[in-house]
């Protein structure tokens, strides 16, 4: 069995898309997947499989919501090999963020420096962007554009639930 970090994009966002994590976890079991765990209401998923792919995930919603959001799947090992290439991990931990792309990050400088803050710093590697954002998310406005500035679609996680999950996942 493997251990998988499953991210979902887009659910119990200002009301929007809602989701029961008890009941998410109860219809992964059902579905046969083991060692189901969710961390807090944003889409974060752990579980063990023999194999595991996103539209895997997406049939699950296909079959109980009125929506699919956006599914990310990574092994434990390649979500570690995530956190490990963070290049602002001496920084607070909700300062820094992590954006997880479904294909390979292509930035638009020109829209990125439309709205990047002048403290504000990225840094890209493969199908990863990490931002460090010292005056906080909440009064960034590259966050509200992240997918056009990438050229794909995004998710972002704090590097405090970047951590949290890799414990969680940890635990088997």
């Known amino acids: 069995m493997q251990t998988y ?23 992964l079991k059902n579905a046969g997947y083991e060692g189901v765990k969710t961390y807090i209401q944003s889409g974060n998923i752990i579980l063990e499989s023999d194999n595991l792919e996103e539209r895997d995930i997406s049939a699950i919603f296909g ?13 434990r090992g390649e979500f570690l090999l995530c956190s490990q290439q963070n290049p602002f991990c001496d920084y607070p931990g909700n300062t820094v963020h992590f954006y997880f792309c479904k ?3 292509e930035l638009n400088q020109d829209k990125i420096n439309a ?9 890209v590697k493969d199908k990863m962007l990490y931002l460090h954002a010292p005056s906080g998310l909440a009064k960034s406005k590259f966050i509200k ?10 998710t972002g996680r704090n590097l405090n639930i970047v951590n949290k999950l890799l414990e969680l996942s940890n635990n088997g």
């Open 63 to 75: 079959e109980y919501y009125e929506f699919i959001p956006d599914v990310l799947v990574f092994t």
């Open 115 to 123: 709205v990047k803050a002048s403290d504000e710093r990225i840094v």
């Open 145 to 154: 554009v992240v997918d056009a500035c990438v050229g794909t679609t995004a």
């Open 5 to 27: 970090i499953v991210l979902l994009r887009g659910i119990n966002v200002g009301g929007n898309n809602k989701v029961v994590m008890k009941e998410l976890q109860k219809q």
């Open 103 to 105: 294909s390979k990050v």
